[in-house]
Each structure stands twice: as structure tokens, then as C-alpha cells.
């Protein structure tokens, strides 16, 4: 293998889930893919959860929910940081290992947007 040629860190699968029965549109936004809720649109199951899962590299990113024009932070998730708006958004650590023990890319519970 060329030694000028780097490896690129492995993706990994990173499930989000949100519990919102009665929404209409939900997406996934963050800085992983520019705040564009058109991007990473979620899909409702019989239980009224929203899911998406999504490939990342190794990082830490930070994300929030687009319930029908509505900003919604993971409730499931209790890291945050403050954004420019003055208000929270959700951080998630992608680890480039297989165990994380920061339980990324583990199954999340689903939260009630109520």
C-alpha cells in the first residue's frame, strides 16, 4: 500500500428515534449534513416513532429534530450545547471503535415530543 495514502476512519451506523405520534414531517438535522432538514427525512412506525439511521465518520456533531417547522432537542440525549440562537442543541461523539462507551449508535429510547 502507498504510505502517502491515508485510511479513511470507518462510518458507522448511528440510529435516532423520536416519539412523536401525531407529527406530519420529521427529519434529522445537524451539522452532518448542514442543517438541512430535507436531507435526512425520518420515517414513522406503527408506534408513532420517528426513525433514521444514518453512516458518520469518527466525531463529535451536533443535531436536533424538524418537527413540523419546530426545532426539537433529543430528550433521549443529555449532552448539549448551547448554538448562536440561544438555545440547545443535542452532541453526539462517534467513536472509531466498535464498543463506544459513550453509547453512541446504541439503541436510543424514543422521547415524547409532549
Avoid at 502507498?2 to 420529521?26: C, E, G, W, Y
Amino acid at each position: 500500500m502507498d504510505k502517502n495514502k491515508r485510511l479513511k476512519p470507518a462510518r458507522r451506523r448511528i440510529s435516532f428515534a423520536l416519539k412523536a405520534p401525531d407529527a406530519q414531517l420529521v427529519a434529522l438535522v445537524g451539522n452532518f449534513n448542514g442543517w438541512n432538514p430535507k436531507k435526512h427525512p425520518m420515517a414513522k412506525n406503527n408506534k408513532g416513532t420517528w426513525q433514521k439511521t444514518i453512516l458518520l465518520e469518527p466525531g463529535t456533531y451536533e443535531y436536533k429534530f424538524w418537527v413540523d417547522e419546530q426545532w426539537i432537542i433529543d430528550n433521549c440525549n443529555d449532552y448539549r450545547c448551547p448554538n448562536t440562537f440561544g438555545t440547545l442543541n443535542n452532541l453526539i461523539a462517534v467513536s472509531p471503535w466498535k464498543k463506544n462507551k459513550a453509547n453512541v449508535g446504541r439503541k436510543m429510547k424514543p422521547h415524547a415530543t409532549k
